[in-house]
C-alpha cells in the first residue's frame, strides 16, 4: 500500500506555509507521496457564513501566538 499525503493549503494561511516546509522531509522519511491540493480558505469561510480568524480579535490573538511558536 502506498503512503499518500493530500496537502490542502492556503499560503494566505502562515500555518499552511509552515506546514510545507516540514513535508518534503516527511515524505523522504516515510516513503510517502505529497499531493498538493490548493484551496481558497477566505472562499470556504465565505461560503458557510463565517469570519476569518483575524477579524475576531481573541482568534487573532491566539493565531499570532500560535505563528510565533511555530516559527520558533
Request: hydrophobic share 45%.
Amino acid at each position: 500500500m502506498s503512503k499518500r499525503v493530500e496537502f490542502f493549503y492556503d499560503y494566505l494561511s502562515p500555518f499552511s506555509y509552515l506546514a510545507d516546509t516540514q513535508l518534503p522531509e516527511i515524505a523522504r522519511r516515510t516513503g510517502a507521496e505529497i499531493a498538493y491540493r490548493p484551496i481558497l480558505m477566505g472562499a470556504i469561510m465565505k461560503s458557510v457564513g463565517n469570519a476569518g480568524p483575524l477579524s475576531i480579535p481573541s482568534k487573532a490573538a491566539y493565531n499570532i501566538a500560535e505563528f510565533q511558536r511555530w516559527a520558533k
